[in-house]
């Protein structure tokens, strides 16, 4: 039954027919919402009767129209609230309409020479990943421009951050590098207000990575060492959410993943200021959770990876005086992507990658002043470890080391992994038994 009203069929599509403002509105009308294109199925925009409530915000986070009001559709015609009339028409069943069809015909593209990105589950999905020259955020950007996503990357390293950027348009993706120090609240502002320019006023999904870690005994590691750990893997991740979540909630959608650490259960002695950020995201990613109820499109999910192959420990800060190496076992960073990614497409609150992040989780709940066996084991191996030059790494500023997906730890791991894991499996659950028949007496 055709609304007599505004002249649309239950079940049909319907775009804007006037080619030259074609650019304001790519999508279709269906139903009474207004989508961007098939792949992305969250509304937009809605009709309230015959008015048309459009639901974006510009470069400057500001909205397109006053009070979401874009105009009035009636008789197959919308009119603009400055009294321009388009002229709609029926899209025939066997057509397709990408979100980015029409956009190429806007006047000024951000990117007039990017390639269109090749078809996956995130196609079109504005996505920004911050930490991306290395590690973690490396892997993830590989990852997610395998999925059609349009990619925002961002970090400190400027060279590093465009042989990034170079890797993922290889392919076909669509991205953008934004050099940025999420210790700068200006940087990070300019990050997302960037970000949504380049996604005609949407950010899909934000991805807090970029992270920093300094080791040595507390009160010989410099108060700034501790302030800068905590500036980038805390308050610059608090800083992610602050400027995305406007936008998520302007679209009443949107997903936010953290990456978090099998240290934001256990505490990590001589590394007291990264426990500290690593424990403050868990109440930090909870309290959003709690404020977000009333928005149920809107996802804030963390990842919990165990002890990854990344360049971290060779690039992070050392006060210790000795050579430091990543205790077992340690995972391949790839997991963490592909987990960041399953999350982006199927939101959940936790994911926990590797199994000795799963065994560490438990243990936290199992044995008892876990932190001063984790101590003294630290104390044992640091010891034990050749002597090394005390250095801040790359805490204020980037390395000049190459930036790469892996830290090259793993090939000097062995088969030490299946003996650790089956190690912590035993001494958990020797634990648990003798701690259970202390409670029934």
């Known amino acids: 039954m055709i609304d007599q009203a505004t002249g649309m069929k239950p079940g049909e599509r319907y775009c804007v027919e006037n080619v030259e403002r074609a650019h304001q509105f790519p999508g279709f009308f269906q139903d009474g919402k207004y989508y961007l294109g098939p792949e992305l199925l969250t509304a937009v925009g809605w009709l309230e009767g015959t008015k048309f409530l459009y639901d974006s915000l510009d470069a400057q986070g500001e909205p397109v129209f006053p009070d979401r009001v874009a105009g009035t559709i009636e008789g197959m015609k919308l009119v603009l609230i400055d009294g321009t009339a388009l002229q709609l028409s029926k899209i025939p069943a066997s057509a397709t309409l990408a979100p980015t069809d029409n956009l190429e015909q806007a006047p000024e593209p951000a990117h007039p020479a990017a390639p269109t990105p090749g078809k996956g589950p995130l196609r079109g999905k504005v996505v920004v990943i911050t930490g991306a020259s290395s590690g973690i955020g490396r892997a993830a950007a590989h990852a997610f421009a395998c999925t059609g996503a349009r990619?925002?990357?961002?970090?400190r390293d400027e060279q590093a951050l465009f042989d990034v950027l170079d890797e993922c348009t290889d392919c076909g993706t669509d991205a953008v590098a934004i050099v940025t120090d999420v210790t700068r609240s200006d940087q990070v502002q300019a990050l997302a207000t960037q970000a949504a320019e380049f996604g005609h006023g949407r950010i899909d999904i934000w991805v807090n990575n970029a992270g920093v870690g300094a080791v040595g005994n507390f009160e010989q590691t410099p108060l700034q060492a501790h302030e800068q750990v905590i500036q980038t893997d805390l308050i610059g991740y608090l800083r992610g959410a602050y400027v995305a979540l406007p936008y998520f909630k302007a679209q009443r959608s949107g997903i936010l993943i953290n990456t978090l650490s099998l240290g934001s259960w256990i505490a990590q002695p001589y590394a007291a200021a990264y426990s500290a950020s690593k424990f403050g995201l868990r109440g930090l990613t909870e309290a959003l959770r709690g404020e977000l109820t009333e928005f149920p499109g809107i996802h804030v999910c963390d990842i919990y990876p165990a002890v990854m192959d990344t360049p971290g420990f060779r690039d992070g800060g050392n006060y210790t005086g000795h050579a430091l190496t990543p205790p077992g076992p340690i995972y391949d960073p790839q997991q963490v992507a592909k987990a960041m990614v399953a999350s982006a497409i199927s939101p959940r609150a936790h994911t926990t990658v590797g199994t000795a992040a799963r065994l560490a989780h438990l243990a936290s709940y199992l044995v008892p002043r876990l932190a001063l066996v984790t101590g003294w084991l630290t104390r044992r191996a640091l010891n034990r470890s050749p002597s090394a030059q005390i250095t801040a790494g790359n805490l204020f500023e980037p390395t000049s080391d190459r930036r790469s997906v892996e830290g090259g730890w793993k090939?000097?791991?062995?088969?030490?992994?299946?003996?650790?894991?089956?190690?912590?499996?035993?001494?958990?659950?020797?634990?648990?038994?003798?701690?259970?028949?202390?409670?029934?007496?």
């Not at 990619?151 to 970090?155: K, N, S």
């Not at 030490?416 to 007496?441: D, E, F, Y």
């Open 151 to 155: 990619l925002v990357l961002a970090a």
């Open 411 to 441: 090939s000097s791991n062995g088969n030490m992994t299946l003996w650790v894991v089956a190690a912590a499996v035993g001494v958990i659950a020797g634990l648990a038994a003798t701690r259970s028949p202390r409670r029934r007496r």
